[in-house]
C-alpha cells in the first residue's frame, strides 16, 4: 500500500513528535513511523532536565500544560566534592533563567496525546523501514506495517530515529564526517520509590567514582553511578546500591538518602558523537540520530528539541513559498548550539569523573577546577549558563 504526506518522520522519540506538532501548527501534513509499540515509547526511561527555552517551546506550541503542573523548577544544583556541597544558583548568575525536571517519556506521553487529538498519524510497530531517493525531490521510506509492505512518499524527509537508527546510516559514507569519544565508563541507572535527598540535583565527584542524584517526583528519586563501560546490573543487588551511593553521597546528605524499593536498573555507556553535515539531498538528520552527548550535561533532549524548532520553522517556509534558504542553513545553524552542547557535556564529564588512566597530577587538576567553579563568579557564571541552556538563536 502506498501513502502520500508531505514530511516522512522516522521515529517516534522527542525529535519526531515534536516536528510532527510544530509542521501541524504551520499547516504541514506528516506521518510517523516508529519501532516500538506506544506502550514502550512512553514507558522508556531517559533524561529529565529541560532548559528554559525547552520549556518555552513546548509551552507555546500548546503541550506544556501537565508539565508545568507536575514538572519541578530547580533554580540550581549542588556540586559535591571533598566531602562537601557548594550549590551553583541559576537565578542569579544567568538573569533569573532556571531547569525544570520533567521526565523524558512524559514529554514523550504529552506529544503522542497531543498528535493523536489532531488526528496526526504515527504508525507504530513499522519494521524493516529504510529510506529510498533521498537525493533526489521524491524520497520514500519503505516498511512493514503488521505484516504489510507499505511505501511511504513524500517531499522531505526527517530521520529523527536516534543513535542505532537506520536513516543516517543512508547517507554515504562519504558525504559524512564522524566525531567521537567513548568514554571509559558507563552509568549505572536506578530508579527507585524514595524521596530525593535534596531538593536540586547533587553532581558528586567522589574518589571511588561519580554519582548523580536526581528525580522524577518527590517521592521518585533517579540515582546514577559511575561504574566500568562493560558492567553489568545483576552484579549490583539492591545492598550494594545503597551502599555505594551513601559512600559517594558523603554523610550529611547520605543520611537524607532513604532506601526505598528499586524500580528500574540499568547501564548506559557514555560517548561523544557527532555526524556533519545534518542533511544530505532531501533527508534531515535531528536529535540523537545526528549527535549524542555524554548525559553529563543533561542536553540530548534539549539537543534534539532545538533541531526540530529550527528544522520546522526551515520545512515551513519551503512549502509555503519555495524558500530554500532555511533549510539549506538547516545544517550550520543547529551544528553551532551542537557544538556548544558538546563541549560542554564533555568539560562537565571530564570535571567529575574518575578515569581509569588518571594520576595523581590530573587528580589535583580535576580538584582545582571544581574549586575554580565554586569560588570564581566568572566560572560557575559559564557553567550555569551551559546548564540552564543558551538562547535557542544563540
Ligand atoms: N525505524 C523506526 N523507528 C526507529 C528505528 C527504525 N529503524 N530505529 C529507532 N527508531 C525509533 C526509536 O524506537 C525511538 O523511539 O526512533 C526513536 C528515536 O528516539 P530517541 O532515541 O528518543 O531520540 P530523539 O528523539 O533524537 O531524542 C533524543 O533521547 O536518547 C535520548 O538522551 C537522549 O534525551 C535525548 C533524546
Ligand atoms: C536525570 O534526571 O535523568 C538526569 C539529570 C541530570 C543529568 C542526567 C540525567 O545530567
Request: charged fraction near 25%.
Amino acid at each position: 500500500m502506498r501513502v502520500d504526506t508531505q514530511v516522512g518522520i522516522v521515529g517516534a522519540g522527542p525529535a519526531g513528535l515534536l516536528l510532527s506538532h510544530l509542521l501541524h501548527l504551520s499547516g504541514i501534513e506528516s506521518v510517523v513511523l516508529e519501532l516500538r509499540s506506544r506502550d514502550y515509547c512512553e514507558r522508556r526511561v531517559r533524561a529529565g532536565v529541560l532548559e528554559q527555552g525547552t520549556v518555552d517551546l513546548l509551552t507555546e506550541c500548546g503541550v506544556g500544560d501537565r508539565m508545568r503542573r507536575e514538572g519541578l523548577v530547580h533554580r540550581g544544583i549542588e556540586l559535591r566534592f571533598g566531602g562537601r556541597g557548594h550549590r551553583i544558583d541559576f537565578p542569579t548568575l544567568t538573569g533569573g533563567r532556571a531547569i525544570t525536571v520533567y521526565g523524558q517519556q512524559e514529554v514523550v506521553k504529552d506529544l503522542i496525546a497531543a498528535r493523536l487529538a489532531a488526528g496526526g498519524r504515527i504508525m507504530f510497530e513499522a519494521d524493516d523501514v529504510s529510506v529510498h531517493d533521498i537525493q533526489t525531490d521524491r524520497p520514500h521510506v519503505r516498511f512493514l506495517h503488521g505484516g504489510e509492505p507499505m511505501e511511504l512518499q513524500c517531499r522531505l524527509l526527517a530521520g529523527c530515529d536516534g543513535f542505532h537508527g537506520v536513516c543516517r546510516e543512508a547517507i554515504p559514507a562519504e558525504a559524512l564526517s564522524i566525531y567521537e569519544r567513548v568514554y571509559p565508563f558507563a552509568w549505572f541507572g536506578v530508579l527507585a520509590q524514595t524521596p530525593p535527598p535534596s531538593a536540586e540535583l547533587i553532581y558528586a565527584a567522589h574518589e571511588r567514582g561519580f554519582a548523580l542524584y536526581s528525580m522524577r517526583s518527590p517521592e521518585i528519586s533517579r540515582l546514577y553511578l559511575q561504574v566500568a563501560p562493560d558492567e553489568e546490573a545483576v552484579n549490583w543487588p539492591d545492598t550494594r546500591i545503597w551502599r555505594e551511593l551513601h559512600r559517594r553521597l558523603g554523610e550529611e546528605a547520605g543520611e537524607r538518602l532513604k532506601e526505598g524499593t528499586i524500580l528500574e536498573k540499568g547501564v548506559t555507556g557514555m560517548r561523544s558523537f557527532i555526524a556533519e553535515p545534518m542533511q544530505y539531498g532531501r533527508l534531515y538528520l535531528a536529535g540523537d540520530a545526528a549527535h549524542i552527548v555524554p548525559p553529563t550535561g543533561a542536553k540530548g533532549l534539549n539537543l534534539a528539541v532545538a533541531d526540530v524548532g529550527v528544522l520546522a520553522r526551515a520545512m515551513a517556509k519551503y512549502f509555503k513559498s519555495g524558500g530554500e534558504d532555511l533549510l539549506r542553513a538547516y545544517s550550520a545553524t543547529c551544528l553551532r548550539r551542537v557544538w556548544r552542547a558538546e563541549h560542554f557535556s564533555w568539560w562537565m564529564t571530564s570535571m567529575l569523573h574518575r578515569f581509569p588512566a588518571h594520576d595523581g597530577f590530573q587528580h589535583r587538576l580535576q580538584r582545582s577546577e571544581l574549586e575554580y567553579v565554586i569560588g570564581s563568579r566568572a566560572a560557575a557564571t559559564s557553567l550555569a549558563e551551559n546548564y540552564v541552556g543558551l538562547p535557542f538563536d544563540w
